[in-house]
């Protein structure tokens, strides 16, 4: 009886969380806070945990990964899944239409896509729930990556409304786009090598053997075909897209049915522009003949259907002259090679640098000074040297060599075995300083609104600052002194070195720029060892007991603590008052955690009570829409920063809203 009614509650939870699911990832609409959903995800997994037998097989908790797996299991698919011809002009498209209605003997309407740039996946339902993701493969064999789908939020587990008794349906798996920027940064931040772009992102990820990894990496999918479906006869592919939005699918709006070719041509026009402000990579666009018995009665060559054309935007790539290869020096005293170029249009912007990542990508493509090279800027990702012009070599071009020593301060450089990147050796190398102030004054770092690059460059040059810790007693006199300050952005960014003494220890932690501490690593830190001396205190073996911390993590937290250097600079900050211990600051906390931007005129309160009220609650206020941002308060006449929350998906509340969640948290 009792294990009846926990059934209950957990159909109910699970439920509950399919729907909140559904309105954040699928609709972008949600409408409980994220800590009214952790809560009800928490006690669904608790629930579990004790009665391990009562858990679905679809439930939402697999979205957190199950087991890593040995290798992939190879499955058949169905049918094999097909490239799609190219088209590059409206002359090619024209073509297409002529052989589509020769074949027919009947014009025919069309539906035109985006076509996104990401892996394809086959997702089968068996009654509704997911049973199988498979990638593409060969085209005929494709790897099992259930797991792996499963933790992509968009992808239904178990289907909306009526659902038929079977269903293969195909789409894309993406990384979008700032998603991507920010797991680089923090890959960066971490010494961990960088993707090149956001598909091989997405592919690496769901080519992951354990999902837990998949489950972390920001993943979403447009569906956009129905392979195979039983119990149902669909007429035409706009009405089968209608219909898997009804069963809870993620289908891209931006999707058109025409009546002649010639309106998708200008639908493709259109997008070319259009296409790059998407927070996903859209690499041209797909039109499909729409009548699904003329596809039929069209069929496939071995290698594209017959009733499809991908029209591939103009290329994001020009050919410039490589002027210069210079050495970067970053926080973590990485080096990288840098191409300086004669400067080029590239999809809009005038592109001056290219990164050649490391020695070894430089010698793999064989770039000298004086090269011709295509260069490629996809999207908003760094521009890139994709390959050298070999046949435009006069033999004046010179190849590059690693310096031995850093550019920046002449300390040896050294290349660690097992590592593609030469690192400065130099402790006091002014640009690993630079770089790592940057970092610490970061946003999710110690948040210091105001200190940006151009301003710790400014301390720097006026020898003011020398570590993180000489921040703290910069005076409004000390920085009136620098070109760029008046009083008041002088004062402003006083108080926001002087607020970020508060911050709880996982901040600092962070801000520190210990090799692999990413984020995530300094939050277990700091919520295992609750205090800085317990840290440096700590023995590998204990900082290897911390759940998800792993060897090289802590022999590099170890080895930091270990440093004369460090230590002096602990010692100074807490000197300097800055919080030492975990936990959020006691300024109450029933907004902790938060953060808020607020636009407008309130009706209740001026600029400063809000940001009072919000404080005194141990929330957060700044300036800038970020996607960090968890809520835009608007009151009347609001500004651009509304548009920038709707683009974001930041939840928008009203002043009302505000004090119901204060009292709520
Ligand atoms: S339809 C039988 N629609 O592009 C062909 N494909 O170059 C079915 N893709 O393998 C594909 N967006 O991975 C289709 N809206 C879209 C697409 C799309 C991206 C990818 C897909 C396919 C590749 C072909």
Redesign the pocket.
Known sequence: MKEDAIRREMEELAREIREHDYRYYVLDDPVITDAEYDRLFQRLLELEEQYPHLASEDSPTRRVGGRPLEKFVQVQHVSP????QNAFSRGDLLEFDRRVRRALGRPVAYVV????DG??VALRYRDGVLERGLT?GDGLVGEDVTQNVQTVRSIPLRLRGDVPPYLEV?G?VYMPVKAFRRLNEAREREGLPLFANPRNAAAGSLRQLDPAVTARRPLDCFV??VRQVEGLTLRTHSEALAWLRELGFKV?PHTFTVPSIEEAYERCAAWAERAGQLDYEVDGM?I?VDDLEARDALGATSR??RW?V?YKFPAEEQVTRVRDIVVQVGRTGVLTPTAVLEPVRIAGSVVGRATLHNIDIIREKDVRVGDHVVVRKAGEVIPEVVRVLKERRTGEERPFEMPDRCPECGSEAVRLPGEAAYRCTGAACPARLRESLIHFASRDAMDIEGLGPQTVSALLAAGMVRDPADLYSLTVEDLVKLERFGEKSAANLVAAIDRSRANPLYRLLFGLGIRHVGERAARLLAESFGDMDALAAASREELERVPEIGPMTAESVYRFFRQEANRRLLRRLKEAGVRMSAGEPDRGGELSGLSFVITGTLRDFTRKEVVEFIESRGGRVTSSVSSKTDYLVVGENPGSKLDRARELGVKIIDEEELRRLSARA
């Not at 896509?113 to 996104?116: D, T």
Request: glycine share 0%; hydrophobic share 45%; aromatic share 4%.
């Open positions: 899944m097909l490239s799609l896509e985006l076509k996104i892996l394809s593409r195909r894309e956009y075909e891209n797909v499909k594209a259907p499809a991908a």
